[in-house]
């Protein structure tokens, strides 16, 4: 019987790709194969972008992989991951009807196959997207490479909640490491260890908070990564939780990738596409912002190994170390477990043949047996050295905390305040490492005198002194175990927060008296601190005036401000409710305000600006929807808006405006019967909501682009005075490049300065019900969501009397 003409066309479509293997067009066919060496073919994507095949990665080693075929370093951006990934000189890989890409090594057995697969395979593709596809006959995929993800992500890329992002283990070693990153079940992204070999996880160092038990469709359902560079979680109905990336870099001029990093850190990267050089990746965002204390869990090893000190470096990349008198187990890998040159027994002489060593803003902040409060530095020191069991003992304001190795989670933070005293042994170097001495294995002489000691004790003694004792003995214990369960005792919770409360004392003693004033507000005065003077731990203390909380109201607004971690908000760390003084305790920022990087001498360039927008709408967002309490920050103006060592935007002060007296907001703004900072519905007695934010937002957003204040009274031009009304006259008559005046780097970006210009109309529209939410204006800005033609933000007036 003759084949209908519809099969027959198909086979004749298919006829092309029978045969040998394609190595352009994307295309592969049944029974094409690749053999490992180190000249071999590869099969290429259409644009040519990505190759698939053995990368050769060691000395006669080769790794199944996809990766970037155009530029110089041929970055992976997947592998077959099976046990040891690398294969030798000699395997093949080919392209099965039955199994689908079926690797082997050099004897025949199979190593690796392309699972799950459902069906027969007609033909492999190689995308543009740098997915390698498997289709049926009815061009239905059976099988992709993004659905069985490495360590990283590409662009129109989604994790689902079945799929899992491992690291590798070393930056060489293509093993399965200890970092994942995975959608949960309950809607949360999370960034974890694993307890290897196992996949058993550890709790997350890093969450999205997509999470919500209440409403199921508003939960994250999976994690993208869009086309355009975009990454963020997408929730059930439809909203999207923003991470990072995109906009901040062309996705048309760069290639884009996001790579769980070996060190646990989830980076974001571009490179040009037109490169002429080796230029290396660029860091585009990453999370967590610190690693090294970020990744303090109770249990693992945290991001370096048991033992070793994690300490951040300039790029966001942790460097692990071992402390003097340890040494790496594996000496190939920097981030393995660091070992004791020697063995520590409890020897007669034991004070003689240990000394310590002395290491500043040090901690492991678990393993510890013993809490002594108070205690002295030196008493700190003499104890841990005269106790055969301490090997480390940490002191911190006070306090000294005995402890055992292994240690877990250490890390050097100039934040710490603390000292660790490592014990060494005086001899390390004849002294190699070796089994524990006898007695430390089993009870001795000496242990069995103890017990008949204390035996005697309870036994020979009157019923009423026993039942004293050993209530005492409880007590201790209780007392013991709650300092411990606490252990830094000078955070004492405001209510279900850790922030410490100071006592004026120590605060006026941090500050000199108060004597360093680096800024002032309507209802307060803000000073630069050292606590522990010479510890280099600066803090910014900020004294308010003229509240009307009481101690229960206080404290209650601070819990709620407490609460609040985003990484584009300064951190509280404390607060003084003591008599009439109420005092707040920030993190100090070195770089200063938003207002002295615009209006200095050298304009901050385009991209800068960006990513400055971007992180002050990311914070407030949290501050207005994702916070356990909505927050309205009242304030939103660049002295209060500090930028941190790596450049980033970090809102201050907010919810501070809670605290003051709602009568007095008003005076807020430095200019009185114009518009600056301050929406118009404070002057109109309106009901004061989140809108209030979006509109300080719009203008502060207009400061961001053209590098000017809002109001410019000195100006001979009197028609850019007022920064908002002139930015609306140049979008209308279209003449925004003016708002720029020469910035070549922006200009050049023309549809993205119009669109942040759009966007900042948006936010000053006089009616609060026509301002955009700030969700909303993120995924504006973002280009996530079409911006819309503003209309004349101000209808009714253009100045506001008082």
């Known amino acids: 019987m003759a084949c209908p003409l519809p099969h027959l066309l198909f086979f004749l479509f298919l006829l092309p790709f029978s045969g040998?293997?394609?190595?352009?067009?994307?295309?592969?066919?049944?029974?094409?194969?690749?053999?490992?060496?180190?000249?071999?073919?590869?099969?290429?994507?259409?644009?040519?972008?990505?190759?698939?095949?053995?990368?050769?990665?060691?000395?006669?080693?080769?790794?199944?992989?996809?990766?970037?075929?155009?530029?110089?370093?041929k970055t992976i951006v997947w592998y077959a991951n099976e046990g040891n990934s690398t294969v030798p000189r000699g395997s093949k890989v080919e392209l099965t009807a039955d199994r689908g890409l079926v690797l082997t090594n050099p004897q025949g057995d199979q190593i690796w196959k392309s699972d799950p697969l459902v069906g027969s395979v007609a033909y492999g593709y190689m995308n543009n997207t740098g997915n390698f596809v498997l289709k049926d006959r009815n061009l239905q995929e059976l099988w992709e490479s993004f659905r069985v993800p490495t360590d990283t992500m590409l662009p129109t890329q989604e994790l689902e909640k079945r799929y899992v992002l491992t690291s590798r283990k070393t930056e060489t070693s293509f093993s399965k490491g200890r970092f994942q990153l995975s959608m949960l079940d309950n809607g949360n992204l999370v960034l974890r260890t694993i307890n290897l070999p196992t996949d058993h996880p550890n709790e997350p160092y890093f969450t999205s908070g997509t999470r919500d038990d209440n409403d199921s469709s508003n939960a994250g359902s999976r994690f993208v990564f869009n086309q355009s560079g975009y990454i963020y979680v997408l929730r059930g109905n439809g909203q999207r939780s923003m991470l990072g990336g995109g906009g901040a870099v062309s996705a048309t001029d760069n290639y884009l990738r996001a790579t769980l990093n070996f060190d646990g850190v989830f980076t974001e990267y571009y490179h040009p596409k037109t490169s002429s050089g080796n230029e290396s990746w660029s860091v585009l965002?990453?999370?967590?912002?610190?690693?090294?204390?970020?990744?303090?869990?109770?249990?693992?090893?945290?991001?370096?190994?048991?033992?070793?000190?994690?300490?951040?470096?300039?790029?966001?990349?942790?460097?692990?170390?071992?402390?003097?008198?340890?040494?790496?187990?594996?000496?190939?890998?920097?981030?393995?477990?660091?070992?004791?040159?020697?063995?520590?027994?409890?020897?007669?002489?034991?004070?003689?043949?240990?000394?310590?060593?002395?290491?500043?803003?040090?901690?492991?902040?678990?393993?510890?047996?013993?809490?002594?409060?108070?205690?002295?530095?030196?008493?700190?020191?003499?104890?841990?050295?005269?106790?055969?069991?301490?090997?480390?003992?940490?002191?911190?304001?006070?306090?000294?905390?005995?402890?055992?190795?292994?240690?877990?989670?250490?890390?050097?933070?100039?934040?710490?305040?603390?000292?660790?005293?490592?014990?060494?042994?005086?001899?390390?170097?004849?002294?190699?490492?070796?089994?524990?001495?006898?007695?430390?294995?089993?009870?001795?002489k000496k242990h069995d005198e103890t017990k008949a000691v204390v035996g005697s004790v309870l036994l020979g003694s009157s019923v009423f002194f026993n039942f004293v004792l050993v209530a005492a003995i409880l007590l201790g214990f209780c007392f013991i175990y709650k300092r411990k369960d606490t252990r830094i005792p000078q955070f004492e919770s405001v209510t279900d927060t850790n922030l410490r409360c100071f006592t004026y004392q120590e605060l006026a003693q941090a500050t000199n008296g108060f004597n360093e004033e680096?800024?002032?507000?309507?209802?307060?005065?803000?000073?630069?601190?050292?606590?522990?003077?010479?510890?280099?731990?600066?803090?910014?203390?900020?004294?308010l005036e003229r509240l009307v909380q009481g101690e229960k109201e206080f404290k209650a607004e601070v819990n709620v401000i407490g609460q609040t971690h985003h990484k584009n908000l300064v951190r509280l760390i404390g607060f003084c409710n003591e008599g009439p003084n109420r005092l707040l305790v920030y993190e100090y920022m070195s770089n200063g305000t938003?207002?002295?990087?615009?209006?200095?001498?050298?304009?901050?360039?385009?991209?800068?600006?960006?990513?400055?927008?971007?992180?002050?709408?990311?914070?407030?967002?949290?501050?207005?929807?994702?916070?356990?309490?909505?927050?309205?920050?009242?304030?939103?103006?660049?002295?209060?808006?500090l930028i941190d060592d790596y450049y980033n935007a970090r809102i201050s002060d907010f919810g501070l405006a809670k605290l003051l007296m709602i009568g007095q907001s008003q005076t807020h703004t430095d200019i009185r019967g114009t518009r600056g900072y301050v929406a118009p519905e404070w002057f109109r007695r309106m009901p004061i909501t989140v809108k209030v934010d979006v509109y300080s937002f719009g203008v502060l957003l207009l400061e961001i682009i053209c590098c000017r204040r809002s109001v410019d009274m000195d100006t001979s031009e009197v028609e850019k005075a007022i920064l908002t009304d002139w930015a609306y006259d140049c979008y209308q008559e279209g003449t925004i490049d003016a708002l720029v005046e020469g910035d070549v780097e922006a200009i050049n970006d023309r549809a993205k300065l119009e669109r942040f210009v759009m966007v900042a109309i948006w936010c000053i529209q006089e009616d609060p019900s026509l301002r955009p939410t700030m969700r909303k204006v993120t995924q504006m800005l973002e280009g996530v969501v079409e911006v819309n033609v503003p209309p004349c933000p101000s209808p009714f007036s253009t100045t506001i009397l008082i």
């Open 20 to 73: 040998v293997a394609q190595t352009n067009g994307g295309n592969v066919s049944i029974g094409a194969s690749l053999t490992a060496a180190a000249e071999a073919h590869s099969w290429l994507s259409q644009s040519g972008d990505f190759a698939f095949g053995f990368k050769e990665v060691g000395t006669n080693l080769f790794l199944l992989s996809i990766w970037y075929d155009k530029i110089p370093q």
């Open 518 to 543: 680096v800024g002032k507000g309507a209802f307060s005065v803000v000073y630069k601190g050292e606590m522990n003077r010479g510890s280099g731990n600066f803090v910014a203390v900020k004294k």
């Open 285 to 444: 965002w990453y999370e967590p912002e610190n690693i090294c204390t970020a990744s303090v869990v109770t249990a693992g090893s945290g991001t370096c190994g048991y033992n070793s000190l994690c300490q951040l470096k300039t790029d966001g990349r942790p460097s692990c170390s071992c402390p003097r008198g340890y040494s790496l187990l594996d000496p190939s890998d920097q981030f393995s477990d660091c070992k004791p040159n020697f063995a520590q027994g409890c020897e007669d002489d034991h004070e003689q043949l240990y000394d310590l060593v002395e290491l500043s803003n040090t901690d492991w902040p678990f393993s510890d047996y013993v809490l002594l409060e108070p205690f002295d530095r030196e008493e700190c020191r003499n104890s841990c050295l005269r106790d055969c069991l301490c090997s480390v003992s940490i002191y911190r304001d006070n306090s000294c905390w005995k402890k055992r190795i292994p240690l877990s989670n250490g890390r050097v933070v100039r934040t710490e305040r603390s000292t660790a005293f490592v014990k060494v042994r005086k001899d390390i170097n004849s002294s190699p490492p070796g089994p524990c001495p006898p007695d430390e294995k089993k009870p001795g």
């Open 594 to 641: 938003l207002a002295s990087f615009l209006f200095g001498d050298t304009r901050p360039s385009w991209n800068q600006r960006i990513r400055i927008a971007y992180g002050i709408g990311r914070g407030l967002l949290y501050l207005h929807e994702e916070c356990s309490t909505q927050i309205i920050h009242c304030d939103i103006k660049p002295q209060n808006i």
